[in-house]
C-alpha cells in the first residue's frame, strides 16, 4: 500500500519562500504521475504543478508559473514544490497527489494522496 508524507508548510510573509517536500513509500515516483493541489477555504481544490508519468514533462498554473518548481529527488523518493514570492492569495492546504495513470490536474486520476500541510502567507 502506497503513502504519502508531506511537510514544509508554515506561515511565512509575503515575498518569503517555502519547499514542501512529499516523501513516497511503497512505489516509486518517478513511475508516477506526480501532482501539486492546493484548496483554500471556502474553494475548490485546485490543481498548481504536475509532472507527466510518461515524459516527466512539468507545468504549472498560470497563477504560479515562475514562483514555483515543481522536482523530485530519484533517491529520496521525494518530490518537491519550491516556492517563492509567495503571495497572500497562496494561502491554501497544500497537497501532494501520485498516481499511476495521473493526467495533469485530473484529481480523479490519482490514486495516492497525502495529508496536506498548510501555507499562510501574511501581508
Known amino acids: 500500500e502506497g503513502e504519502l508524507v508531506e511537510s514544509g508548510g508554515g506561515l511565512v510573509q509575503a515575498g518569503g519562500s517555502l519547499t514542501l517536500s512529499c516523501t513516497a513509500s511503497?512505489?516509486?515516483?518517478?513511475?508516477?504521475?506526480i501532482g501539486w493541489f492546493r484548496q483554500a477555504p471556502g474553494k475548490d481544490r485546485e490543481g498548481v504543478s504536475c509532472?507527466?508519468?510518461?515524459?516527466?514533462?512539468?507545468f504549472y498554473a498560470d497563477s504560479v508559473k515562475g514562483r514555483f518548481t515543481i522536482s523530485s529527488d530519484n533517491v529520496k523518493n521525494t518530490v518537491y514544490l519550491q516556492m517563492n514570492d509567495l503571495k497572500p492569495e497562496d494561502t491554501a492546504v497544500y497537497y501532494c497527489?501520485?498516481?499511476?495513470?495521473?493526467?495533469?490536474?485530473?484529481?480523479?486520476?490519482?490514486?495516492?494522496w497525502g495529508q496536506g500541510t498548510q501555507v499562510t502567507v501574511s501581508s
Open positions: 497527489a501520485a498516481g499511476a495513470s495521473g493526467l495533469g490536474y485530473v484529481q480523479s486520476t490519482y490514486d495516492y
Open positions: 511503497g512505489f516509486t515516483v518517478d513511475d508516477y504521475g
Open positions: 509532472i507527466m508519468r510518461t515524459d516527466r514533462r512539468t
